[in-house]
């Protein structure tokens, strides 16, 4: 399953184009074929899925919306560039949906749920047998998005659906490469999909809180690999010229 944003209600062709187009570069930034603060020629993209430089400039303003490329006017686009702030408010923004989520699922949905989670679980441990990280990421992504949905309020996945794509190329750029991992954050995903078949009463409140937990130990590795990778002297100086090209 990509990464996608929510679509509009029967879509012109035009729109549905450049939707198309966004999908697929928010995917090449998810799958880190794209680097942070790397530029986007729309020329080159345009030359790349074979249309004008009108779809691709509407693909780019649509990522622009959800925080995953930043327009410099008279300079260019760029993916964006994430700073220890930024990740810290956006997975502490991520938790409170997920959490909230989590205590809003309906009772009935609750082994269908489970099923779903433990099946990402499944690809999660193919994936790391494999090798093969961007489909680890990928099921991860699946995981917490299906508990997500199961919630049931439109409003909550809609604002999940708006920090999806940072939110999937963090773990895929920064998560995958910390201490540990991700072995250790499968563990957390494998309990919580058993535990979800009976989360009632205070089980409900003990698989929030293991959810919560899960939650901030990724933030913390997303900040420890940040610092390892992207504050480097040298690296803050390639941004610092990207930019101001």
Same mark, same amino acid.
């Given at each position: 399953?990509?990464?996608?944003?929510?679509?509009?209600?029967?879509?012109?062709?035009?729109?549905?184009?450049?939707?198309?187009?966004?999908?697929?570069?928010?995917?090449?930034?998810?799958?880190? #074929?794209?680097?942070?603060?790397?530029?986007?020629?729309?020329?080159?993209?345009?030359?790349?899925?074979?249309?004008?430089?009108?779809?691709?400039?509407?693909?780019?303003?649509?990522?622009?919306?959800?925080?995953?490329?930043?327009?410099?006017?008279?300079?260019?686009?760029?993916?964006?560039?994430?700073?220890?702030?930024?990740?810290?408010?956006?997975?502490?923004?991520?938790?409170? !949906?997920?959490?909230?989520?989590?205590?809003?699922?309906?009772?009935?949905?609750?082994?269908?749920?489970?099923?779903? !989670?433990?099946?990402?679980?499944?690809?999660?441990?193919?994936?790391?047998?494999?090798?093969?990280?961007?489909?680890?990421?990928?099921?991860?992504?699946?995981? +917490?998005?299906?508990?997500?949905?199961?919630?049931?309020?439109?409003?909550?996945?809609?604002?999940?659906?708006?920090?999806?794509?940072?939110?999937?190329?963090?773990?895929?750029?920064?998560?995958?490469?910390?201490?540990?991992?991700?072995?250790?954050?499968?563990?957390? +995903?494998?309990?919580?999909?058993?535990?979800?078949? #009976?989360?009632?009463?205070?089980?409900? #409140?003990?698989?929030?809180?293991?959810?919560?937990? +899960?939650?901030?130990?990724?933030?913390?590795?997303? !900040?420890?690999?940040?610092?390892?990778? +992207?504050?480097?002297?040298?690296?803050?100086?390639?941004?610092?010229?990207?930019?101001?090209?």
């Amino acid at each position: 399953m990509t990464v996608t944003a929510r679509k509009s209600s029967q879509p012109s062709a035009k729109q549905l184009l450049s939707q198309q187009i966004a999908d697929r570069i928010r995917q090449a930034i998810v799958d880190a #074929d794209f680097e942070f603060g790397e530029s986007l020629s729309e020329e080159i993209l345009a030359q790349a899925f074979d249309v004008s430089r009108t779809p691709v400039r509407e693909a780019l303003n649509l990522l622009q919306v959800e925080g995953l490329v930043i327009i410099v006017p008279k300079s260019g686009t760029f993916v964006y560039s994430p700073s220890e702030e930024g990740i810290s408010d956006l997975v502490t923004f991520r938790g409170v !949906l997920e959490t909230s989520a989590l205590r809003l699922l309906p009772r009935d949905a609750l082994p269908g749920l489970s099923a779903r !989670l433990q099946a990402a679980c499944a690809r999660m441990e193919r994936a790391m047998a494999e090798g093969d990280m961007r489909d680890y990421g990928r099921a991860d992504t699946d995981f +917490h998005l299906e508990i997500v949905q199961t919630a049931g309020n439109r409003h909550l996945v809609e604002a999940y659906r708006m920090i999806l794509g940072r939110v999937a190329s963090l773990r895929t750029h920064l998560a995958l490469k910390a201490e540990g991992e991700p072995r250790r954050s499968f563990r957390d +995903h494998r309990e919580l999909a058993l535990g979800i078949l #009976d989360a009632e009463g205070p089980r409900r #409140d003990e698989l929030a809180g293991l959810l919560e937990g +899960h939650i901030h130990r990724t933030r913390e590795n997303y !900040l420890n690999a940040f610092r390892q990778t +992207h504050l480097s002297p040298g690296r803050r100086m390639r941004s610092r010229l990207k930019l101001d090209r």
